[in-house]
C-alpha cells in the first residue's frame, strides 16, 4: 500500500493498520493499543502502557534487574554492586551506560568494575548464601576503602529462595554495622526495568535512610539532584547551572554519588528530579516523611533550561531569581551563536525517537530549538503518567508507539523515512543499515553532555555530524541496488 505524507497525521493512522495487518488478529488487537497519534485536544497520548509485552513479539526491554543495578544503585561510586547470579547478567551490564566518575578505580570508586557470585549448577541446587558470605569477606580484603555493598539479585535468586536480607544482616554486624544492602530485583519481576526501579528506591528507602544521623550543616539553598546518572557527564553540567544560579548541591542521585550524599538526601530543601520514571518514588518518600518539596526539570536545550532555571528559582528568594536572569543572559551569546551555525544546517530535518527514561519528552525541545521536527517517539518502559507528560511537548499527527517491536519501529522508519533516528544500541546497525543516520539516545553515542547550554552546544554539533555526514549521499539502500 502507498501512504501519502501529506497529511501526517492521516498517513500515521494508515501505516499503523498497516502494521498491524501483519499480525494474528489477537495480537494486533492488543498491539493496537498501544500504538497511537497524538491529538491536541486530548490530555495523554492515547496509548496503553506497562504491560507485559506480547510473547513471541521481539521487544526491547529490559529487566528488573536492568532497572536496579544499570540505573539507580550502579552509579554510586563508592560502594561494589554485586551482581548476585550466574554471570551473564553481570556482563551484560558492566560499564554499559557511561557513568562519569571522580575517583580512582579499584581504590575509592567501583562503578566500572564487575562483581560476581558467579552461579553454577550446584548453587542453584543447594543455594548461594555461602558464597555470597565468602564473596562479601573477599570484597572486604580486595577492596577495603569501599564504604558499602548492594547485592543486585538475578532471577535464580527468586527462584531459589536464598535469604539475601538475612546475610546482608548478618555481614553488616561482623563488619561495624557497614551499610549492605540487599535488593530484590530479580529479572522476572515486573513486566520491564521500570519495576526495578520502584524496588531500588524501596531499597534506598528502607536500607538507607535513618540508619546514621549524618552530621550536616544545612542552608536556605540546599538542594538534591534526582535521578540524573551522569552519562557522558550531565550531571555535571547541571550542577554547574544549578550552583551558578546560587543554589547548594548537597547530594546527586546516582551519577557520581557516594553512601555520604545519599544519606544526607534528606537534609535538602528542594529535591529536583531529571528522570521521573526511575525516581519518583523516593521524591514521593521524602515529600511525604520529611516534607521536602519535589519538581521535574529540563535541562535539554536552551528554551527548557531557561524555563527551568526560572521555575526552579521561583521556588526561593529574589536572590536566586535574579541570578537565574544573569545566568540566562549570561549564555544568551552562546546559544545565538550555536543557533546561527547549526539551525539553518538542520532546520526541517524530521526525527525519530525510541527510548528508555524521560528521554522520548526532554529532547523533543532541544530539536525544536534547532528548528527539527519529532514525527514520532516512543518509550521502552513508560507508565501512563509519562504519557501525559509528553503530550505538552509532541505536535499534534506525531506518531506515539509504546514497548514497540523490532518489525514495528523497522516499518515505521522505512515508511516515514526520517532524517534521523535517536534510539538505542540495540537499533542503530539496523537503521545505519537502512540508510539512515542515527544517534544512540541512552549514552549518547560516545559524546556528551547533553544537558545544559554547553551540552546543548555538543548536541548541536553531534546531530549535525549525522544528518549531514556525506556518507549517507555514497549510500544506496537495499531495495534501491540494482
Known sequence: MSLDYTNKKEFHEKLIEEVLAEY???SAKRRSKHLGVS????????????????????TIRGCAYA??????????KDMVHISHGP????????SQRRNYYIGKTGVDSFVTMQFTSDFQEKDIVFGGDKKLEKLIDEIQDLFPLNNGISIQS????????????????KKSKEYDDKIIVPVRCEGFRGVSQSLGHHIANDAVRDWLFDKTDPVWETGPYDVNIIGDYN??????????????????????????????????????????????????????????????????YNFFGPSQIEQSLRAIAAQFDETIQQKAEAVIAKYRPLVDAVLAKFKPRLEGKTVMLYVGGLRPRHVVTAYDDLGMEIVGTGYEFAHNDDYQRTSHYVKDGTLIYDDVSGYELEKFIEKIRPDLVGSGIKEKYPVQKMGIPF???????????????????I???????AVNNPVWSLYQAPWKAA
Open 154 to 169: 538475578e532471577c535464580p535468586i527468586g527462584l531459589i529462595g536464598d535469604d539475601i536480607e538475612a546475610v546482608a544482616r
Open 67 to 76: 532497572g536496579s543495578k544499570g540505573v539507580v544503585w550502579g552509579p554510586i
Open 87 to 94: 554471570v551473564g547478567c553481570g556482563q551484560y551490564s558492566w
Open 231 to 296: 552519562i557522558g557527564g550531565d550531571a555535571w553540567a547541571s550542577r554547574i547551572l544549578l550552583e551558578e544560579i546560587g543554589l547548594n548541591v548537597i547530594s546527586q542521585w546516582s551519577g557520581d554519588a557516594t553512601i555520604s550524599e545519599m544519606e544526607r538526601g534528606p537534609k535538602a530543601k528542594l529535591n529536583l528530579i531529571h528522570c521521573y520514571r526511575s525516581m519518583n518514588y523516593i521524591c514521593r518518600h521524602m515529600e511525604e516523611k520529611y516534607n521536602i518539596p519535589w519538581m521535574e
Open 439 to 457: 544517534r544512540q539516545m541512552h549514552s549518547w553515542d560516545y559524546s556528551g553532555p547533553y544537558h545544559g547550554y554547553d551540552g546543548f552546544a
Open 39 to 58: 491529538d491536541a485536544s486530548a490530555s495523554d497520548c492515547g496509548v496503553k502502557s506497562n504491560v507485559k509485552s506480547v510473547p513471541g513479539v521481539m
Open 24 to 26: 494474528p488478529q489477537k
Open 459 to 465: 548536541f548541536a554539533r553531534d546531530m549535525d555530524l
